[in-house]
């Protein structure tokens, strides 16, 4: 498995909800449900992420992409690189984040499925 860190970008994604568009609220409700449990789930990894020492010291940076699966308590059943950066140190940390922050929140019951899958991008990033 390959880990990699901190820096995030959550999209923000806006629903515009027109008159006729009113059949289809339950959907439009789901997606919101959908869209903040995504945010919380990208969070909790964020917050188990850390740099690894070596890294810094060396100035590397990069990107991982995840791809995860979680069951209905929030334990993580698989874990997917989808974007290696080009250090197997931040690799190992991305994944790393993802074992440290199991159990993740379980899925809402609103959103109807036993199994959540959502992808995280962690960039490791050095400030300055």
């Known amino acids: 498995m390959k880990i990699k860190h901190f820096a995030l970008a959550l999209p923000l994604l806006a629903a ?11 959907g439009v409700k789901q997606q919101n449900v959908s ?4 945010t919380d ?4 990894t964020l917050k ?11 100035g590397w940076e990069g990107e991982v992409l995840l791809k995860i699966s979680i ?3 929030g334990e993580v059943q698989e874990i997917q690189v989808v974007k290696e950066s080009n250090y197997s140190s931040l690799n190992r940390e991305a994944l790393r984040s ?3 922050a199991n159990p993740y929140p379980g899925i809402p019951d609103e959103l109807g499925t ?5 992808t995280v991008p962690i960039n490791f990033k050095m400030s300055g």
Do not use: C, G, W
């Open 71 to 73: 069951n209905k308590k």
């Open 41 to 44: 789930l990208t969070r909790h």
């Open 35 to 38: 869209q903040k449990y995504e």
């Open 16 to 26: 515009a909800i027109s008159v006729d568009a009113m059949p289809r609220l339950n």
């Open 98 to 100: 993802v074992e440290r």
């Open 114 to 118: 036993d199994t959540y899958f959502f």
């Open 48 to 58: 188990n992420i850390s740099y690894p020492r070596r890294a810094q010291e060396k």
